[in-house]
């Protein structure tokens, strides 16, 4: 996976209206300008500061909107709504944040509606992932395709799902939570930081590649993988440089990882038939520039194939996202346009 900052549109080339996309972490807030098609004029980034509360990010994120009007050299009424995609567990039609696990102290907060106040502007609220997946689905590798999953594997597992151009956020607005589907029922599964059992996250997770490397160190795994461990510095990245270095360990627990997220990619694909299925985030091992990110992808499709109906396995598209770090951003725009469009 190659990912390179989208080139800027000036604004003379832009296709109106525009609309502004936040995406708000736990370490850094995102903002881009967009037009109608998905061109990008303007982004702006800037620390979170969690611990300046809620309220004071909701005013720098309304700042943000003007600075992106600046940057671009339009006028803040050319902007016609803005999206917000923030983590979960969220209450979306109520536009509250309920307790984010990156976003300590953050309870209850009405974000969407603190954002659009000091805006001055009507704001699309969605999941953070679900924005990504809607950023891959209408101008990153999603683009010309019918549906798409997207799973990204970070810290946790996130999980978007789109279906011709419906954001797939539930009943209670836990919809898409693709990082907890169930992929081992076993007595002795493995749990999430949640305390889920079995789930996607507790074994294709930066957090759960670590822990497994671990234990497997601890039962007696040799190797570079246990010099990069002893000095302390046990990560995906250090572990994929193992594995491309000939560590037989770590090679066998990043295409383990792989296994149990084909498992995980086969439930989705038969509960939704996605046209297209993507893997993005942190932890992809290069993606398709790196030949370790390649056999990565070979081996999640391979396990698909082993599991699921023979047109699933020869039409659904498994790759690489593309946006990278723009698709929360970009994607929150994008579902900001769609409610415009549609008088939302």
Request: glycine letters at 16%; proline letters at 5%; a neutral charge.
């Amino acid at each position: 996976m190659t990912i390179v900052r989208r080139t800027l549109v000036a604004a003379v080339d832009a296709r109106p209206p525009l609309f502004a996309g936040i995406d708000l972490g736990g370490t850094n807030i995102k903002a881009a300008l967009v037009d109608s098609a998905g061109a990008m004029l303007a982004f702006h980034t800037e620390p979170t500061d969690v611990a300046r509360g809620p309220e004071d990010a909701a005013a720098r994120m309304g700042r943000a909107v003007g600075r992106l009007a600046t940057q671009a050299g339009v006028a803040p009424g050319e902007i016609a709504r803005v999206g917000l995609g923030t983590p979960g567990p969220q209450d979306l039609p109520a536009g509250m944040i309920l307790r984010a696990g990156n976003l300590p102290g953050w309870e209850n907060f009405p974000i969407r509606d603190r954002v659009a106040a000091h805006c001055d502007r009507a704001v699309t609220y969605a999941n953070d992932a679900n924005a990504a997946a809607y950023g891959e689905f209408w101008v990153g590798s999603g683009r010309g395709h019918s549906s798409l999953v997207l799973l990204t594997l970070g810290t946790g597992v996130g999980g978007g799902i789109i279906i011709g151009d419906l954001n797939i956020s539930g009943a209670h607005s836990h919809g898409s939570e693709c990082g907890h589907i169930v992929v081992d029922a076993s007595p002795a599964a493995r749990r999430c930081p949640l305390g889920h059992p079995g789930c996607l996250e507790a074994y294709a997770s930066a957090t759960a590649v670590k822990a497994r490397a671990r234990d497997a160190l601890a039962a007696g795994g040799r190797g570079m993988l246990a010099g990069v461990a002893a000095g302390g510095n046990l990560t995906p990245i250090t572990i994929a440089d193992a594995a491309r270095g000939g560590d037989t360990l770590a090679r066998d627990l990043i295409l383990e990882t792989a296994r149990w997220l084909g498992i995980g990619v086969v439930t989705l694909m038969h509960t939704i038939d996605p046209a297209v299925v993507l893997i993005g985030g942190a932890m992809t091992f290069g993606g398709d520039a790196d030949p370790l990110g390649r056999e990565f992808i070979d081996r999640v499709r391979s396990e698909v194939r082993s599991r699921t109906f023979p047109v699933l396995a020869e039409k659904t598209v498994i790759g690489y996202a593309s946006l990278g770090g723009d698709a929360g951003s970009i994607g929150a725009a994008g579902l900001a346009r769609l409610d415009h469009l549609h008088g939302r």
